[in-house]
């Protein structure tokens, strides 16, 4: 691990300041995956910004009715909050198909959305990946990506969000809220917060310079049947190959999402519109596409039938 300076962060202002001031600075929070990635000299930041001092780990109801997670929430606690168990039950068990116990007492809601891809050839300094370095090349193209992209990735980049609990906050239409190194706030609809990885893999979200992230708000509940499906090569503590988020309606509709299939949560709209019309329509629309290398074409047939088995379960459930 490569030598750098250390500050705590006073408010989420400042910390945007900071970050934007200071070349080579990352904010680290629970730091279960930064940390992996410094050991490893994949990330060699100059500067870290604590910004665990900050009052962002609250869960708040918002005036319309949905509910506000501060960017410092941890996994543990956004999984077990009864509000969240009671109205978005596919988010608690999302979060709980993910990591270890031990690791999401640690990990929290911004660093969650924010970590990166578990490809093998960007853990491995040695192979080309221009996640990693930039025009470097992408080693996984031609070489093991049994666990890589099927659908939305580009020639220079294969590479999966591995994240659980984006998926089940890209079902439920999340909204990330920021805050600039001038002050000024926006919010991404969490539709649009990843970028796709063109020619620019290494550029992963729209987030500018410095901008931090201070909130993720979930509208209204919606009601139905809320599932969560991960299908991996060992039952615990392992990436998925294909999940699947889902909120089946009594009459049959719906929305759903995917894990394990694209460089970010991978849903969309015109999916949803065909739910009732079953499982064949709604894989068509998600993967109408899709270009799987010769190692992950399985994927396409396990993302299909795992569809078929949440909506059968969807459609079951009184």
């Avoid at 990352?26 to 990635?37: E, H, P």
């Avoid at 930039?134 to 294969?158: F, K, M, N, T, W």
Wanted: charged share 20%.
């Amino acid at each position: 691990m490569k030598a750098f300076t250390y500050e705590k962060a006073g408010s989420p202002q400042e910390a945007a300041r900071c970050a934007w001031q200071t070349p080579g600075a990352k904010f680290i929070a629970g730091g279960t995956n930064l940390l992996d990635l410094m050991k490893l000299e994949i990330e060699t930041p100059l500067h870290l910004i604590d910004v665990n001092g900050l009052a962002l780990d609250t869960l708040e109801t918002t005036p319309d009715g949905g509910l506000r997670i501060g960017a410092l929430v941890r996994n543990t606690d956004l999984a077990a909050d009864m509000r969240v168990r009671r109205d978005y039950a596919v988010l608690s068990r999302a979060l709980l198909a993910g990591a270890s116990g031990q690791l999401r007492n640690q990990a929290t809601t911004a660093g969650n959305l924010l970590q990166r891809t578990r490809c093998p050839y960007f853990y491995d300094t040695h192979q080309p990946c221009n996640k990693r370095a930039p025009g470097s090349g992408c080693a996984a193209r031609d070489g093991y990506s049994r666990q890589l992209a099927v659908v939305a990735a580009s020639e220079h980049c294969i590479a999966t969000h591995p994240s659980d609990m984006a998926v089940a906050m890209r079902l439920l239409d999340a909204t990330v809220e920021t805050v600039r190194p001038d002050g000024s706030e926006r919010a991404i609809p969490l539709a649009e917060f990843y970028r796709t990885p063109g020619d620019t893999p290494h550029l992963e979200t729209v987030l500018e310079a410095g901008e931090f992230i201070v909130a993720v708000v979930l509208p209204p509940p919606l009601g139905g049947t809320h599932i969560y499906r991960k299908v991996r090569d060992r039952a615990s503590y392992a990436f998925a190959l294909i999940s699947v988020a889902a909120v089946v309606q009594p009459d049959g509709t719906g929305r759903v999402a995917f894990g394990g299939v694209a460089h970010q949560p991978w849903r969309r709209e015109a999916a949803d519109l065909a739910m009732a019309q079953g499982a064949g329509p709604v894989f068509d629309a998600l993967f109408h596409d899709a270009s799987p290398t010769e190692s992950n074409a399985f994927k396409l047939v396990l993302a299909k039938r795992t569809l078929a088995a949440v909506l059968a379960e969807g459609r079951a459930t009184p």
